[in-house]
């Protein structure tokens, strides 16, 4: 996949209905040039799968998509193993993706196995529920050495250094990253996207509940958006529970999981939510 290619993959997305935008396309050519395929019929692009390597501990294989006309035709089981071989190229320790429960049988046949559910909440709003929310928190600009601190805290609940792709998400949406501090210690971290129909909050994470409520409450301020989205670990019952007192639904499952030996699973009980599904 080029960066000519994106077109393409903004109309498979689109047939789909997902969030993504360019810009996160964008972010897997940046990250992996040679890692991202398409598979075309007569010229035309029929599918798609990305990868993204941290620190070759773990990678990530997302944007599998094939259009409608195609599918049935072993089209995504092929751009898969040639993402799994590229990444096995590598010598990645673990690939990991989030299935949907219609993907999980193939990626079980690829020798994936479950590690944890995940749940993705989704709050609709008001115009007027937007100015209700939007006085909480300030907006001043971050300090380097919070931003440093936050990309710092997400090796340890990650458990790979993905700093050059939260750095991606601050730049383009720097309202949106927050950290709290306590005893000059991170209690907690937010950041976010501006999707196509929604902002996405993620990764969240937090020591507390007190600071994953403060987190929650900023984003939604500052987000302008009537939809969010927020992909929450299903272990959380906290999150949860959280989510639903601020107004979300609970939409459809997902289950992270795992190929090869999963040496760094990070601490996934201090996340509230994760990035998203396409990069974990």
């Given at each position: 996949?080029?960066?000519?290619?994106?077109?393409?993959?903004?109309?498979?997305?689109?047939?789909?209905?997902?969030?993504?935008?360019?810009?996160?396309?964008?972010?897997?050519?940046?990250?992996?040039?040679?890692?991202?395929?398409?598979?075309?019929?007569?010229?035309?692009?029929?599918?798609?799968?990305?990868?993204?390597?941290?620190?070759?501990?773990?990678?990530?294989?997302?944007?599998?998509?094939?259009?409608?006309?195609?599918?049935?035709?072993?089209?995504?089981?092929?751009?898969?193993?040639?993402?799994?071989?590229?990444?096995?190229?590598?010598?990645?320790?673990?690939?990991?993706?989030?299935?949907?429960?219609?993907?999980?049988?193939?990626?079980e046949k690829l020798q994936f196995v479950a590690e944890y559910e995940i749940e993705r909440w989704t709050l609709r709003r008001s115009a007027s529920d937007i100015v209700k929310q939007s006085g909480f928190g300030s907006r001043?600009?971050?300090?380097?050495?919070?931003?440093?601190?936050?990309?710092?805290?997400?090796?340890?609940?990650?458990?790979?250094?993905?700093?050059?792709?939260?750095?991606?998400?601050?730049?383009?949406?720097?309202?949106?990253?927050?950290?709290?501090?306590?005893?000059?210690?991170?209690?907690?971290?937010?950041?976010?996207?501006?999707?196509?129909?929604?902002?996405?909050?993620?990764?969240?994470?937090?020591?507390?509940?007190?600071?994953?409520?403060?987190?929650?409450?900023?984003?939604?301020?500052?987000?302008?958006?009537?939809?969010?989205?927020?992909?929450?670990?299903?272990?959380?019952?906290?999150?949860?529970?959280?989510?639903?007192?601020?107004?979300?639904?609970?939409?459809?499952?997902?289950?992270?999981?795992?190929?090869?030996?999963?040496?760094?699973?990070?601490?996934?009980?201090?996340?509230?939510?994760?990035?998203?599904?396409?990069?974990?």
């Open positions: 996949m080029t960066k000519a290619d994106i077109p393409a993959g903004i109309r498979l997305k689109e047939i789909a209905g997902w969030n993504q935008t360019a810009a996160d396309w964008e972010r897997f050519l940046e990250a992996s040039p040679e890692g991202c395929f398409v598979a075309e019929h007569d010229g035309q692009v029929c599918g798609t799968a990305t990868t993204i390597s941290f620190e070759n501990r773990v990678a990530w294989i997302g944007m599998v998509l094939v259009d409608l006309e195609y599918r049935s035709q072993g089209i995504g089981t092929k751009l898969l193993a040639r993402a799994i071989e590229y990444l096995n190229d590598l010598q990645v320790t673990a690939i990991k993706l989030d299935a949907t429960p219609q993907g999980k049988p193939l990626y001043e600009p971050l300090s380097q050495e919070l931003l440093e601190s936050i990309f710092e805290a997400d090796k340890e609940s990650f458990g790979a250094d993905r700093g050059f792709l939260l750095k991606s998400l601050h730049r383009d949406a720097p309202d949106f990253t927050t950290g709290i501090w306590n005893a000059c210690e991170i209690e907690g971290y937010a950041l976010g996207r501006r999707g196509s129909f929604a902002d996405h909050l993620g990764p969240w994470m937090a020591k507390n509940t007190t600071t994953a409520c403060s987190l929650l409450e900023i984003f939604l301020a500052r987000s302008p958006r009537e939809v969010v989205v927020v992909d929450s670990l299903k272990s959380n019952a906290v999150a949860g529970e959280l989510l639903k007192s601020f107004g979300f639904s609970y939409s459809r499952p997902l289950t992270r999981m795992y190929r090869g030996r999963n040496d760094h699973p990070g601490r996934p009980e201090l996340l509230w939510a994760i990035l998203g599904p396409e990069f974990g």
